[in-house]
């Protein structure tokens, strides 16, 4: 199993920016693809972004330009740059690990094995 940890949420005015962090801990970091998942309250969780371990990356469509995902395999840490930040962007954001497909990079929520607590994200218009 992986321990994650996010951080970085906050409250935000619209068309600002936040960097969320994701520390991973408890095995190897090697070929685990990570995501980026949000909720809010009523709403399926929705798929943000995911990076392989080679960095390979695949986004939603909704968050494409937007959002940026990266790892610093070093430190065992994904990020989650979002810019020009809405109010639908309001949300609980989950780091997730796909510990059952290395080097796969995608969306599917159900296929990921460990999640984060949550960091929460306003964005006030």
């Known amino acids: 199993q992986v321990q994650l940890v996010e951080s970085g949420g906050g409250l935000v005015q619209a068309g600002g920016s936040l960097r969320l962090s994701c520390a991973a801990s408890?095995?190897?970091?090697?070929?685990?693809?990570m995501g980026w998942f949000r909720q809010t309250p009523g709403k399926e969780r929705e798929f943000v972004a995911a990076?392989?371990?080679?960095?390979?990356?695949y986004y939603a469509d909704s968050v494409k330009g937007r959002i940026t995902i990266s790892r610093d395999n070093a430190k065992n840490t994904v990020y989650l740059q979002t810019n020009s930040l809405k109010p639908e962007d309001t949300a609980v954001y989950y780091c997730a690990a796909d510990l059952s497909r290395p080097w796969v990079v995608h969306g599917n929520g159900d296929k990921y094995d460990c999640w984060g607590q949550g960091t929460q994200v306003t964005v006030s218009s």
């Open positions: 408890g095995r190897s970091f090697r070929g685990i693809t």
């Open positions: 990076i392989g371990w080679s960095a390979s990356t």
